[in-house]
């Protein structure tokens, strides 16, 4: 029988060996949960009181942090950041083509005398100009007009990927158009907000916020990347145009929660050792109808942090896969006769009090409240 010494030597030997994008085991995942964000936690830990305040004030009641404030926020983001390794920063946005977008701009400020300094500041931090000519496509608004602003959105954490402090923004045009998907969601979760919680006054008059809440569930196929590379429409569609049904299908019905692959769980495994230090709680993975198909799902969160983390996800996921010599496809259906890939989304809505408002009742008088807002 081996010692304890000789098999932690042959564990060492063997984790030597795997390649670098193969997570190696580490301790709890509680222990790693959140590393890469700006959470409570962090805020604590690199803010001021006052600074601290202003943000939880800006995430709970939608007030304005005033500049100094601001500064502040942004210094304390800026060391946080700096001390696990990033050298930029940027506003992290959704424009309307379906994905995510970002413009990197380095800490730095050059002196003038050969020298600079680290400098991150409220201004940089609230609000940037990108070129908004092309968003949603280019030719669509005049040169004059083509300035866009992003804006930061306290109520989604910044976050650190490949060295850069990711802040997550709305983005709008020169003239007030929102030209993303966070923008009309913000609103209307603030709408719904107000009008559920004039209603739950007349249940409960402790109720100050209703908070909309999402859990998501991400089905996608795998394929390996010689056959991603044979198909041009697959490439360029994310789904095949042409072809014929494959020789099996789903007559079997023998893969949906059948023993995941081991190739793919090792992919799974690297993604959502990622997503869990993005703060993205990722807690299910299973196999899906379909051959090659699966389906990764977190616990829910509130809703506008719960659409960052999909976007966040599949960008994720799809760096990932390209480490294990596979392609993710996300597209609802992209092959003809099997089950298509859905993102299936199962909302709610609770009070600041601890109540789920489209949860029924055990008693018809506790129920009247379900049944106004179902």
């Given at each position: 029988?081996?010692?304890?010494?000789?098999?932690?030597?042959?564990?060492?030997?063997?984790?030597?060996?795997?390649?670098?994008?193969?997570?190696?085991?580490?301790?709890?995942?509680?222990?790693?949960?959140g590393?890469?964000?700006?959470?409570?936690?962090?805020?604590?830990?690199?803010?001021?009181?006052?600074?601290?305040?202003?943000?939880r004030?800006?995430?709970?009641?939608?007030?304005?942090?005033?500049?100094?404030?601001?500064?502040?926020?942004?210094?304390?983001?800026?060391?946080?950041?700096?001390?696990?390794?990033?050298?930029?920063?940027?506003?992290?946005?959704?424009?309307?083509?379906?994905?995510s977008?970002?413009?990197?701009?380095?800490?730095?400020?050059?002196?003038?005398?050969?020298?600079?300094?680290?400098?991150?500041?409220?201004?940089m931090?609230?609000?940037q100009?990108?070129?908004?000519?092309?968003?949603?496509?280019?030719?669509?608004?005049?040169t004059?007009?083509?300035?866009?602003?992003t804006?930061?959105?306290?109520?989604?954490?910044?976050?650190?990927?490949?060295?850069?402090?990711c802040?997550?923004?709305?983005?709008?045009?020169?003239?007030?158009?929102?030209?993303d998907?966070?923008?009309?969601?913000?609103?209307?979760?603030?709408?719904?907000?107000?009008?559920?919680?004039?209603?739950?006054?007349?249940?409960?008059?402790?109720?100050?916020?209703?908070?909309?809440t999402?859990?998501w569930?991400?089905?996608?196929?795998?394929?390996?990347?010689?056959?991603?590379?044979?198909?041009?429409?697959?490439?360029?569609?994310?789904?095949?145009?042409?072809?014929?049904?494959?020789?099996?299908?789903?007559?079997?019905?023998?893969?949906?929660?059948?023993?995941?692959p081991?190739r793919?769980?090792?992919?799974?495994?690297?993604?959502?050792?990622?997503?869990?230090?993005?703060g993205?709680?990722?807690?299910?993975r299973?196999?899906?109808?379909?051959?090659?198909?699966?389906?990764?799902?977190?616990?829910?969160?509130?809703?506008?942090?719960?659409?960052d983390?999909?976007?966040?996800?599949?960008?994720?996921?799809?760096?990932?896969?390209?480490?294990?010599d596979?392609?993710?496809?996300?597209?609802?259906?992209?092959y003809?006769?099997?089950?298509?890939?859905?993102?299936?989304?199962n909302?709610?809505?609770?009070?600041?009090?601890?109540?789920?408002?489209?949860?029924?009742?055990?008693?018809?008088?506790?129920n009247?409240?379900?049944?106004?807002?179902?």
């Amino acid at each position: 029988m081996a010692t304890p010494n000789l098999r932690s030597k042959a564990l060492s030997d063997v984790l030597g060996r795997l390649p670098k994008h193969v997570p190696r085991p580490s301790s709890r995942i509680s222990d790693y949960f959140g590393s890469n964000v700006f959470n409570e936690g962090a805020m604590r830990m690199f803010l001021t009181e006052d600074a601290y305040r202003a943000v939880r004030q800006a995430i709970d009641k939608g007030t304005r942090i005033d500049r100094k404030l601001a500064d502040q926020v942004a210094s304390g983001m800026k060391e946080w950041a700096a001390s696990k390794g990033a050298t930029h920063y940027t506003h992290w946005f959704q424009p309307l083509n379906g994905s995510s977008a970002e413009k990197h701009d380095a800490f730095f400020e050059p002196l003038g005398d050969g020298r600079s300094i680290e400098r991150f500041d409220g201004g940089m931090l609230v609000q940037q100009e990108p070129d908004a000519s092309s968003f949603p496509s280019g030719g669509i608004r005049n040169t004059f007009e083509a300035r866009g602003y992003t804006a930061w959105d306290p109520g989604s954490p910044a976050f650190l990927i490949n060295q850069t402090l990711c802040i997550p923004t709305i983005f709008v045009s020169y003239t007030g158009e929102a030209l993303d998907f966070k923008t009309p969601l913000l609103r209307s979760v603030r709408a719904l907000d107000e009008a559920a919680t004039a209603v739950c006054q007349y249940f409960d008059k402790n109720v100050q916020k209703v908070i909309a809440t999402l859990g998501w569930e991400q089905e996608y196929f795998l394929i390996d990347e010689s056959f991603y590379f044979a198909r041009p429409d697959i490439m360029m569609a994310g789904r095949a145009l042409f072809g014929h049904g494959p020789a099996r299908g789903q007559q079997l019905e023998d893969h949906y929660f059948g023993s995941i692959p081991e190739r793919t769980v090792a992919y799974m495994r690297e993604f959502e050792t990622e997503a869990l230090k993005l703060g993205i709680p990722v807690k299910t993975r299973h196999n899906e109808v379909a051959p090659n198909q699966f389906e990764c799902a977190p616990v829910f969160e509130e809703m506008n942090l719960a659409v960052d983390h999909n976007m966040l996800l599949m960008d994720v996921m799809e760096k990932t896969a390209r480490n294990h010599d596979m392609r993710v496809l996300f597209h609802e259906k992209p092959y003809a006769g099997v089950n298509g890939s859905g993102k299936h989304n199962n909302w709610s809505l609770a009070t600041d009090t601890g109540v789920n408002l489209l949860r029924p009742a055990k008693t018809p008088k506790e129920n009247i409240q379900f049944l106004t807002f179902s």
